[in-house]
Each structure stands twice: as structure tokens, then as C-alpha cells.
């Protein structure tokens, strides 16, 4: 006799869960007319539906009925068994237990009915371009549809998500996916919903701006130009941007964010840094970079920035075209000389002219067969820079001495002159820069610097003269000779001139020599330092008598302080002891640890305070316990003052007098 159990109700929460089991006998007939009875147990095989039994009743008819379901009954199961009841049976047959049937309460599901796999996180986060995925699930009776829905970040809308499995959210991610993704569970009774929010991290490609106009990689501008470069990206996490100069070097920016702003399904984070120049330079030229990094990666941009500019002279050491090359006309003369010139786009020489010393007119060098010009562009690898070797190539003789050439440098934009003077070596130039830094009564101390000397060896002569014709020679005299160049302190020459006079005027001049001739400096004048003068000292005898005679000054004046002191303090001490007279009053002293303490009372009682010549820093309190061993009163106290702080406790404050 297989049992069955059918549910007569709808198991709703709150209400009440009718359940039926169906029999049928084998061993009586099918119209027998008799009843079975019924036998109802839990999942742990005990019998249920007893009398009294508040959760389960079995009625009348067998039926279960188990009232006010709640989500806790969710899951437990119930079976049930039967027998005939026929009469003059001793034991009549029983059936099997039925299958179980489980309780499934029915309802409208809630959020904690909704399953989602992996476990949820409020806040989801992913780089551009990673998986998303997420499995929705839902424990409802009856059975829920779970269905995935999105709203874009910024939207107000919820839409569905068409995915090849209502209930699997499987996503690349990319910046339009940013936004709240929600599980919506849905039955009969009602809908709930789990959701999260998901941010996407990425980092757009930079977007470089130049006064204002997109660019490229590379840009021409013209020199003296006010230039703006701005490196325009699209980010999140906010990232830091920075613009590097050719050199690699930082550069100092202004830095801006726009608020986010959607362009059509995208929401944008556009950041932006700008680099400025009022005025910029041929030398400016070169690769600016843009480098933005965040959290997901890092990313550099690059554009090329060339400055026209008209041909100047670069300031290099030993590559710079000078005003004038001396050249020694009494053996064979040549010229050849290299420079480099600082221009853009790269220039040529396209004329060299010529004036002599005697001549109004110039006259055209032949680039093939008088003089020879070879150029080596991007010097040092720079753009902007092109050397140049200029050589004469034509006999040089005494016609050339101080003729000016005139080279003439063009690009595609500008054109420029530079000239150059050819000299004949000569006599050296004057000194310069001559200084005195130490004067003293018998000497003069002087610096000077070597004026230009065309490459030659250099000597130098110090003359001086006295210019007062009672104290000495007034004639021009050496006072050292022969002083050869190499014999400095870094770019200086120093000499002491000494056995001057003190207190005299004296000039003086630098004399340059070389093989060409030599040249005498400006004089100038400065006078010796005074002799100073020394004042005799007393004698021994005399300096003990003054230091005597001050050593007992100061102790009289001592003695005098002292007395006075004494003086003051006795008038003060009669007046306070007459006016504690007048209330009665004595002084009685008392040692404590080492401290003398006057008592200035009519007895020792709780309360009062003792007066001290010490400081309250060295006697903060002190107990009357602690003096009864050493307060003693006086012969002549009155009775009354003979108390003894026997029965005192308290604490005594000591102040100072």
C-alpha cells in the first residue's frame, strides 16, 4: 500500500499548510467502506500531530495541517503511514511510509533568496579590458526568473542585458561598462534584486595640444614665439601627468581637471597639464614628451618642436668665430678656422667678401680657388647647430694685414653677415684690472692681469717713482724686472714692492714686453701707510701704586655696602618686634631639619602658620607630628603658650619671612 502526500493549500507564509495523505488497501475490498488511519512523522521519524501539538494537527479526515508557516519551516520534510481498520484484526496491516515531501514555502522572494556567485562585493573594480563575471541564482517557491539589468553611470534608467544566459553576466569590460548591474529574481508573488556597482579603471592614450590646435608629431614655429603645449588625457584613477623637455628634465606646468562629462554611451575624465614658453628659443628645439601613468599603466606621447631662427653665433668654447686672428705677417700667413653657427632651418655660406686696410671697396672670394668652406650639420646631434670650417687657400701676404672678411650665412627664411678682422702680431696689450689689495708703511703689494699677447712670451716690469722730491728719487726707477707670464695665480700676476717711506706718495706702472715690442700702463698713484706710533708705558713701580690704590678703594666701598645692609635690617627688625608687642605676641624659634622657623603666635594651634628664613621651595609642609620632639617654648611663656602640639595633626604651611 504505497502512500502519497498532496498538498490541499498553498504553503504561504503566515497561513496555514493543508496536506493529504492518499491510501488505498489491498486487503479489503474497494467498496469496503472503512476508514484508514493515519500516522504523520517529521524528518526524524517522530510522530507528529498529537493532541495538543500547537504546530501540527492532524484533523478529522487524517489530513496534516501545519499552521502559520514561517521561513524557518522551509526545508523540513514530512512523511506519512496508514493501516485498516478492520474489526476482529489483532494487528492490521500497516503501509510503507510515503516518500517525504518537503516544505517549500511560497512567496514573494527577498534579497536574501538571491545567490550571487562569486560572493558580492559592494564596490566592483576592474582595469579596461578584464573578465567580468558573475552568476545570479535565486531560492524562491515558486521557482524565480533572474534576469541581469544595468544602468551606464550617470543614467537614471535601468535596461536589460541580452545575454546568452539570462542569469550569467560574462563581460570584457571597457570604459562605456562602468555603471550598477542589478539581479532582479521574480515570481508570482513579487521581484527582489541584488545589485553592485562596477568602476573601470583605464588610461587613454594622451591627446597633445598646441596654442590651443590639436597636433601631430611635430610642429614649426618661429623664434620668439609664444608657445602653450598642453597634454590633453582621458583617465581613471586620476593620473599624474608630466611634460619632459628634450633633456629629460621636468618642466613646470599648470595643471586642470574637467568634470566628468558623457559623450554619447562614454563617460570621460579628461585631465590636463600645460607647459608654457613667453618666448621660445632656436636652442627650445627638440622632443618634448608627455608621460601619464595611474594605476593601470603608463603611456608617452611625443612631438617634435622646430624653431626657425636666423644664423647666430654659437657660444662654444674653442668653436666660436672671433672679431679678430692675429697672425704674424714676417713668416707665411694661414687661416683656417672653425665655428659653429646656431640656425634653422640648417644654413650654407653662400658669399665671402673682403676689404683691405687701404680700401673702400670689397672684393669677392672665390669659394673654389681663394677661400674653402666645409660645414658639418646637427652638431652634437642637435638640429639647430651646423659647423662650419673656414679656410683661405690663396697666398696670404702683407696686402691682407688688417683686412676684414665678410661671410654671409642664408637658410630658407633669413640671411646674416659675420665679420672678422685679419691682424698683424704685435706688441702686447696694457694690463688691466691693476689693483693694490695690501699697503703698508714700507711696502705696496700689486695684482694685475695680462693683457691679450697674440700667443707670444710675455714679461713684465714694475717702475714706481717717489713724488715727493724732499723724501726720495723722483725719477722713474724698476723696482722688478723680468716678471714672466707664466708666473701667476690663476689669471693674476702679484709683486711686492718694499723699502718704501711710510707716509708717502708714490706711482706706478706696469710694463708688458714680448718679442714684438712692449707698452707701459696708465700710472697711478697710492700712498705708504703712516708709521704708527707707540706710547711708553709707566713704570713697573708706578703701575703697582695705582693698582693698590684701586684694590682698596673697591674694598672700602665694600665695607660701607655692608654696614649700610646691617643698619637697615636691625630699624627693620625693632619696628616688627614692637608692633608684635603691642598684640601680645613673642617669638619662639624651633629647628627643623637644619631650618630655623619662628613662631609669632599666642600658642601653637591647628591651622596656624609658621614663619621661616628659608624658602617655601625647601619647606612645602610640614606636619605637627613631626616637631613634637623639637618645639620647646621659652622660660618666661605665659601658661597658655605652654601647649604642646600633642593633639595637633594637622599641617603647618611654612612661608618665608
Request: charged share 20%; with cysteine; aromatic share 8%.
Amino acid at each position: 500500500m504505497p502512500r502519497s502526500i498532496q498538498p490541499l493549500t498553498s504553503a504561504l507564509e503566515g497561513q496555514t499548510l493543508k496536506l493529504s495523505c492518499n491510501t488505498s488497501s489491498r486487503s479489503l475490498p474497494a467498496d469496503h467502506g472503512l476508514s484508514s488511519y493515519i500516522l504523520w512523522q517529521d524528518e526524524l521519524n517522530v510522530t507528529i500531530g498529537r493532541p495538543g501539538d500547537k504546530k501540527y494537527v492532524v484533523n478529522a479526515e487524517g489530513q496534516l495541517e501545519i499552521l502559520n508557516l514561517e521561513y524557518s519551516d522551509m526545508g523540513r520534510q514530512v512523511t506519512c503511514t496508514s493501516s485498516d481498520r478492520a474489526e476482529g484484526v489483532a494487528t492490521p496491516p500497516v503501509s510503507d511510509p510515503s516518500p517525504p515531501y518537503e516544505i517549500r514555502i511560497q512567496g514573494k522572494p527577498s534579497a536574501m533568496n538571491i545567490i550571487l556567485t562569486p560572493p558580492l562585493e559592494t564596490k566592483i573594480i576592474r582595469i579596461e579590458l578584464e573578465s567580468l563575471d558573475y552568476t545570479c541564482t535565486a531560492n524562491c517557491e515558486p521557482r524565480c526568473t533572474v534576469k541581469w539589468s544595468f544602468k551606464r553611470q550617470g543614467h537614471l534608467i535601468f535596461s536589460p542585458l541580452q545575454l546568452s544566459e539570462s542569469h550569467i553576466l560574462n563581460l570584457k569590460v571597457t570604459q562605456k561598462d562602468r555603471g550598477t548591474y542589478r539581479c532582479n529574481a521574480t515570481n508570482k508573488h513579487g521581484e527582489a534584486s541584488r545589485e553592485f556597482n562596477l568602476e573601470v579603471y583605464y588610461l587613454n592614450t594622451p591627446v597633445l595640444i598646441v596654442n590651443q590646435t590639436m597636433e601631430d608629431r611635430s610642429i614649426v614655429v618661429m623664434e620668439e614665439d609664444l608657445i602653450s603645449l598642453t597634454c590633453l588625457v582621458d583617465a581613471f584613477p586620476a593620473p599624474h601627468i608630466r611634460w619632459n623637455s628634450p633633456i629629460a628634465k621636468e618642466l613646470s606646468t599648470k595643471k586642470d581637471y574637467f568634470p566628468a562629462a558623457s559623450s554619447g554611451e562614454v563617460l570621460h575624465n579628461i585631465y590636463s597639464t600645460t607647459f608654457s614658453m613667453s618666448s621660445i628659443k632656436v636652442e627650445d628645439s627638440g622632443m618634448y614628451s608627455c608621460e601619464v601613468n595611474n594605476s593601470v599603466s603608463s603611456v608617452k606621447e611625443h612631438i617634435n618642436i622646430s624653431v626657425l631662427g636666423p644664423p647666430s653665433l654659437a657660444n662654444i668654447p674653442g668653436l666660436k668665430l672671433t672679431p679678430a686672428y692675429f697672425r704674424d705677417f714676417s713668416h707665411n700667413v694661414s687661416l683656417n678656422v672653425s665655428f659653429v653657427i646656431k640656425s634653422f632651418p640648417e644654413p650654407s655660406v653662400v658669399a665671402v667678401t673682403s676689404t683691405g686696410n687701404n680700401s673702400e671697396s670689397s672684393q669677392n672670394e672665390d669659394m673654389a680657388s681663394d677661400v674653402s668652406i666645409t660645414k658639418v650639420p646637427k652638431y652634437k646631434g642637435k638640429d639647430y647647430l651646423t659647423q662650419f670650417t673656414f679656410s683661405v687657400i690663396r697666398v696670404i701676404d702683407i696686402n691682407d694685414k688688417d683686412r676684414t672678411f665678410t661671410l654671409t650665412f642664408n637658410n630658407s627664411k633669413f640671411s646674416r653677415d659675420f665679420r672678422f678682422i685679419l691682424m698683424d702680431i704685435g706688441p702686447p696689450k696694457a694690463a688691466t684690472n691693476i689693483s693694490t689689495p695690501d699697503i703698508q708703511h714700507d711696502s705696496v703689494q700689486l695684482m694685475w692681469r695680462p693683457g691679450p699677447n697674440w700667443g707670444l712670451k710675455q714679461y713684465f716690469g714694475v717702475e714706481f717713482r717717489c713724488l715727493d722730491n724732499t723724501q726720495c728719487n723722483s725719477t722713474w726707477m724698476t723696482a722688478i724686472p723680468n716678471v714672466p707670464e707664466q708666473a701667476t695665480n690663476g689669471p693674476w700676476t702679484k709683486v711686492s714692492i718694499t723699502n718704501l717711506k711710510p707716509g708717502t706718495d708714490y706711482e706706478f706702472r706696469i710694463l708688458s714686453i714680448n718679442s714684438r715690442g712692449s707698452v707701459t700702463s696708465e700710472p697711478f698713484q697710492r700712498r705708504t701707510a703712516e708709521m704708527a706710533i707707540i706710547t711708553e708705558l709707566p713704570q713697573k713701580e708706578e703701575t703697582e701704586e695705582l693698582n693698590y690704590g684701586i684694590i682698596a678703594g673697591i674694598i672700602a666701598a665694600a665695607v660701607a655696602i655692608i654696614f649700610i645692609t646691617i643698619v637697615i635690617y636691625v630699624a627693620a627688625h625693632k619696628t616688627n618686634c614692637a608692633s608684635r608687642k603691642k598684640d601680645g605676641t613673642r617669638s619662639t624659634y624651633v629647628n627643623v631639619g637644619g631650618l630655623a622657623l619662628r613662631d609669632s603666635r599666642k600658642g601653637l594651634s591647628q591651622g596656624d602658620t609658621l614663619q621661616t628664613n628659608a624658602h617655601t621651595s625647601d619647606l612645602p609642609k610640614v606636619n605637627i607630628e613631626q616637631l613634637k620632639s623639637l618645639y620647646k617654648l621659652s622660660n618666661d611663656s605665659p601658661e597658655k603658650d605652654k601647649a604642646t602640639p600633642e593633639s595637633a595633626s594637622t599641617e603647618i604651611v611654612v612661608t618665608t619671612l
